[in-house]
């Protein structure tokens, strides 16, 4: 919860006063998008429909910390598994000693119910792989 004091006490128009600047100083930059837009659409001869722009653009440090954020994650990822062995820390590798265990010993396989511990014992090993798909951008 936000506050703002001044000489010890807090008002709630001290909060109120923070909250409305920062919705004026939103305020005003979504009005200067819009007006960019405007001279652009001008600029360029482009058609325009009221109420299918959307307000997309963001601010280079916005776009920079969620980039640093991201290669941060994408590093911590990479390491999630190293004190795993390799035997165990790969999909490949565990759904082949599940499916030997299915074929070999079917029974034991069955009983153990198996299939419903699949989804939870692939799902950090799957999430991990799939951290940096873009399935939106082309390779």
Not at 16 to 31: F, G
Not at 63 to 86: G, R
């Amino acid at each position: 919860k936000a506050t703002a004091f001044i000489n010890g006490t807090l008002t709630t128009n001290d909060f109120r006063t923070v909250l409305d600047q920062k919705r004026q100083r939103r305020a005003t930059e979504r009005e200067a998008r819009r007006l960019r837009r405007r001279k652009d659409r001008e600029q360029t001869s482009t058609q325009h429909f009221d109420g299918m722009s959307t307000d997309d653009e963001e601010n280079q440090s916005d776009i920079n910390l969620f980039l640093t954020q991201k290669q941060e994650i994408i590093n911590e990822a990479e390491h999630l598994f190293d004190d795993v062995s390799d035997e165990y820390s790969q999909y490949k590798n565990i759904k082949i000693i599940f499916e030997q265990w299915k074929y070999q010993q079917n029974e034991t396989y069955t009983d153990a119910f198996i299939e419903i511990c699949l989804p939870k014992l692939f799902s950090p090993l799957i999430r991990r792989e799939i951290i940096d798909w873009k399935p939106f951008e082309t390779s």
